[in-house]
């Protein structure tokens, strides 16, 4: 039988309530969290759209491994649990383990970084571009031009650009390269995917210049199901395999586990180099802990072994991206613009699109976001001017290249009812759409200031 309803391949053993709450208290509740959703009490929230970062629902197998965790400071049964879980899906012999991803790149392009030396992505995530601009590198994004267009059907959005790639390492110098960095999936640019293809020629155009080549995997695991769907060559892998292979282009990965490891802590480095792991051990012990737990508890390490292996399975694949995409091609049926085709871990929606009265400098994208709280609960988090808008010389204001709201879906956590409620909202949305007007920044911080801006609406 061909059946439209996603069934969740789990039964719900232990269920957190969710606490109710009206429009009128809503409205409230967002005034006094100063118009920022970051400012909100998750209790307060109804469904929590903010991002699928450690907010997974672990499995009965992964709260057994939590009691069977061993807390010993070195050598903990735990962590070899971890580390062969972490060989056995990268092939890599030489593991890190941190307290999350951003730590890992930390250890990694602060090491690597530096005044002169440059870094080249398909699109560096905040926290990577972060490490690396704080080092003193510098970090330039090459997605490939179709990337860039926000309806455009194509099915590897998340590719480097090769060619860019390689005029880069010329015009830099590759002796400046600290390394390339191909995320997957491509976070930064709509959670769309990298083809194998594309990992292996950007591996062949490293090879040539002898630069590192990082993967970053945090969603390699969703990736493989797109590749396993989009590619001629993958249709007879596993997920598994497809990221193995994946892996074996690579000369190393920086991994936050709060993704795709389905834990709520965690992280790693995994390298093939020896003597770079090596090099890396001594500020590991030094600011993350002995290096046969990182900033981990046992329990942790052994809740992220059992993760990697249940991530892979094609019952939990299969509903998390349709179960995506499912609400993506809802909204898209209702005629709101979203980023297309729907990416695996999240659903990123046109907000300029779908407040055209709102200029670009009064955030449409926090309007929506805001809008999405007042209307139904949902809280999601602003990708636009608020996040990337700045100002020239001038003092003029530059607004970011798209005004997006990214609606991440936790793992695990959401039933197909919880979606319908989302998808709901969005159909009152657009029934008052042409009364709602924006914002402006009442007092900012000097960096990051998305997270604890305060807001008030103008007019
Ligand atoms: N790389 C990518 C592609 C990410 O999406 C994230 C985190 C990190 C690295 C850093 O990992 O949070 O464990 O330190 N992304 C979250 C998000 C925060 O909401 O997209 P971390």
Redesign the pocket.
């Known amino acids: 039988m061909n059946h439209k309803v996603i069934i969740e391949p789990f039964r719900i053993k232990t269920v957190e309530k969710i606490k109710m709450t009206t429009e009128s208290e809503r409205k409230k509740l967002i005034e006094k969290a100063k118009y920022n959703t970051f400012l909100l009490s998750a209790e307060d929230v109804i469904i929590d759209l903010l991002?699928?970062?450690g907010t997974s629902a672990m499995s009965a197998d992964q709260w057994a491994g939590i009691l069977k965790g061993d807390e010993s400071y070195a050598g903990a049964r735990s962590w070899y649990k971890m580390k062969e879980a972490v060989q056995n899906m990268t092939g890599y012999e030489f593991i890190l383990p941190t307290h999350?991803?951003?730590a890992a790149?930390h250890l990694l392009y602060g090491r690597l970084g530096g005044k002169g030396k440059v870094f080249i992505s398909n699109t560096h995530?905040d926290?990577?571009r972060a490490n690396i601009e704080f080092s003193g590198a510098i970090a330039i994004d090459c997605p490939i031009p179709e990337g860039l267009i926000p309806d455009l059907d194509y099915p590897f959005k998340g590719n480097m650009d090769v060619k860019a790639l390689e005029d880069n390492i010329l015009k830099y110098g590759k002796e400046n390269i600290a390394a390339v960095i191909l995320?997957v999936t491509n976070?930064s640019g709509g959670g769309q995917p990298a083809s194998l293809q594309n990992a292996k020629e950007v591996g062949e155009i490293c090879k040539k210049y002898g630069i590192l080549y990082i993967l970053?995997s945090?969603r390699v695991a969703e990736n493989a199901y797109f590749i396993k769907q989009r590619e001629e060559q993958a249709k007879d892998m596993t997920y598994l395999e497809i990221a193995q292979k994946m892996f074996s282009y690579a000369d190393g990965t920086v991994m936050?586990a709060?993704k795709d490891a389905l834990v709520n802590m965690g992280?790693f480095l995994a390298l093939k180099d020896e003597k770079l792991f090596e090099s890396l051990m001594t500020t590991l012990i030094i600011t993350e802990g002995f290096a046969t737990y990182g900033g981990l508890s046992g329990r942790d390490m052994e809740a992220i072994a059992i993760g990697l292996k249940e991530v892979f399975e094609h019952d939990y694949l299969h509903y998390r991206i349709t179960s995506t995409t499912y609400l993506g091609e809802r909204l898209k049926d209702m005629g709101v613009s979203v980023i297309s085709p729907i990416g695996g871990h999240a659903v990123y929606v046109d907000a300029k699109a779908f407040y055209p009265q709102i200029p670009v400098e009064q955030f449409p994208g926090q309007a929506l976001a805001i809008e999405l709280y007042k209307m139904g609960g949902i809280r999601a988090v602003e990708i636009g001017s608020v996040m990337f808008g700045s100002k020239d010389g001038n003092g003029n204001f530059v607004p970011a290249k798209m005004e997006l709201v990214r609606m991440?879906i936790p793992r695990r956590v959401y039933t197909q009812s919880h979606i319908d409620y989302v998808v709901e909202v969005f159909a009152e949305l657009i029934k008052h759409k042409d009364k709602v007007k924006g914002y402006k920044i009442v007092w900012e911080p000097p960096f990051l200031r998305h997270f604890t801006a305060h807001f008030e609406p103008v007019g």
Do not use: I
Request: hydrophobic content about 10%.
């Open positions: 991002t699928d970062s999350q991803g951003r790149e995530f926290t990577t995320t976070n970053d945090c936050s709060k992280g991440a």
